[in-house]
């Protein structure tokens, strides 16, 4: 629950427990690698689209089953993928992109895992410095966190081009690290499904179960979100995440 300007009470969350982030791909320098781009990374247990709001660029994938795949961006351009396929925006100096995720708040509370490579993985303590840099040092500390995944990166790349078989065996250590770290999450995640889209189905239902009489209970409450409320520095590039709805008063 939060308050509204008028100091009364109301359930946060988007149409149907969706979360809408505004990402603007890192482009104040470039990565290790020479590119304008974002952490690569990799979700759980949500699935993840990109709608494309100016400029181009491309984003490559990592999976069991293709391997790598790189897709070009442009203008316009709807994206939709799975979890557990590892994933890097990269700019071509002014990628601004819409991302959606299929369950609002999980990203936010660590379903989602930054590449750093196995060094990093194997030691909690160089993990969390690396991933809480943002954190301590604004847009420079979220620059150096993209640099050291990017140079982390850079030896996944390399495993694909000269070792496919250490390529996969190393993206699956990652995917299954991941799955083992989060698991004892399971509890947090499931009750931001159940408050979110879970409640957004159940109160759906209950209204097409009123009809044909008009559904009762539902406030004709008109929210929004300006520009400039909400700010963070993301593992993609500097977000505009959707986090608080205010209503409109007459």
Not at 11 to 26: K, N, Q, S
Not at 101 to 106: D, E, T, V, Y
Not at 108 to 128: K, L, M, N, S, V
Not at 160 to 182: K, N, P
Request: glycine share 12%; aromatic share 8%.
């Amino acid at each position: 629950m939060s308050e509204t300007s008028s100091g009364e009470s109301r359930r946060l969350g988007l149409i149907g427990g969706i979360g809408l982030t505004e990402v603007h791909v890192y482009a104040q320098r470039k990565a290790p690698d020479g590119s304008f781009s974002g952490c690569p990374h990799v979700h759980a247990v949500t699935d993840e689209a990109y709608y494309v709001l100016r400029g181009s660029g491309a984003v490559e994938f990592h999976d069991l089953e293709n391997g790598y795949r790189k897709l070009p961006l442009v203008l316009g351009d709807y994206l939709h993928f799975p979890p557990l396929v590892l994933h890097r925006l990269i700019s071509d100096g002014d990628l601004v992109i819409l991302g959606m995720m299929g369950n609002a708040g999980l990203a936010e509370r660590g379903e989602a895992r930054i590449y750093f490579g196995p060094e990093a993985d194997a030691d909690p303590t160089q993990f969390a410095e690396l991933l809480s840099l943002p954190s301590r040092l604004g847009l420079e500390g979220a620059l150096q966190r993209r640099d050291a995944a990017v140079a982390g990166y850079a030896t996944l790349m390399r495993l694909w081009t000269e070792d496919r078989t250490a390529y996969f065996a190393e993206l699956g250590r990652f995917i299954d690290t991941h799955c083992r770290a989060v698991g004892d999450k399971a509890d947090v995640f499931r009750a931001a499904v159940t408050g979110g889209p879970q409640a957004w189905a159940t109160e759906t239902l209950r209204r097409i179960d009123a009809l044909p009489a008009r559904p009762g209970a539902v406030p004709p409450d008109v929210e929004r979100n300006r520009v400039g409320d909400d700010q963070a520095f993301g593992m993609c590039g500097v977000l505009r995440p959707v986090l608080s709805l205010n209503r409109v008063t007459p």
